[in-house]
């Protein structure tokens, strides 16, 4: 079973995803974490992201979609992803990919944060990556390259739309209740 966690930058999805894996007992995978052992690691698949990594580009979906993939063939039968997919070629990867590994993609959390929310915690975040200009970049390539997904999961009858505005605890309530 695959859980996947969409939201904008700062909407809370790696909190949520940490609390719902320990609660679900899911293995969860973030892409950040997974790129960022993908460029220690000494693999073939982890030299080539480490090539964008370092450049400061973006890693190609076909490869982040092959890391992917191989931690879903290396793990058990449940897991939460964080950050992937991220586009429509990666969606139709995962599906893809979910097939290969006889998963089922079971529930995708959409976690809903207006822009404004955004940037003040963001700004609360206080990383070196949060600063105002990097932040409405990365808000900008959300609603180019992942905002397309709701619709795409929506049409699929798996999409929750949780609002993602209040306290940790308080979203969370929302997400388990939906997963009920």
């Known amino acids: 079973m ?20 320990r609660r679900l007992g899911m293995n969860h995978i973030s892409t950040g974490d997974l790129l960022r052992e993908a460029r220690m690691s000494d693999t073939p698949l982890g030299n080539q992201a480490a090539r964008y990594l370092d450049a400061g580009t973006l890693v190609p979906d076909s490869l982040v979609s092959a890391l992917v993939a191989e931690r879903i063939s ?10 992937f997919p991220r ?21 995708v959390l959409f976690l809903d944060v207006p822009d404004d ?15 105002l200009e990097i932040v409405e970049k990365r808000l900008s390539i959300f609603r180019e390259q992942t905002r397309p997904l709701i619709e795409y999961y929506s049409d ?5 739309k949780i609002n993602g505005v209040g306290s940790v605890e308080e979203v969370y309530s929302r997400i388990i209740s939906i997963l009920s």
């Open 156 to 160: 699929r009858n798996i999409l929750s």
């Open 87 to 107: 586009t429509e070629r990666q969606a139709e990867d995962l599906e893809a990919i979910s097939i290969k590994e006889g998963q089922r993609l079971a529930h």
């Open 74 to 83: 290396k793990e058990s039968t449940h897991f939460l992803l964080d950050g």
């Open 117 to 131: 929310e955004i940037m003040e915690r963001l700004k609360k975040r206080g990383r070196t990556d949060d600063d």
């Open 2 to 21: 695959i859980t996947i966690i969409l939201g904008p930058p700062g909407a809370g999805k790696g909190t949520q995803a940490i609390l719902l894996s």
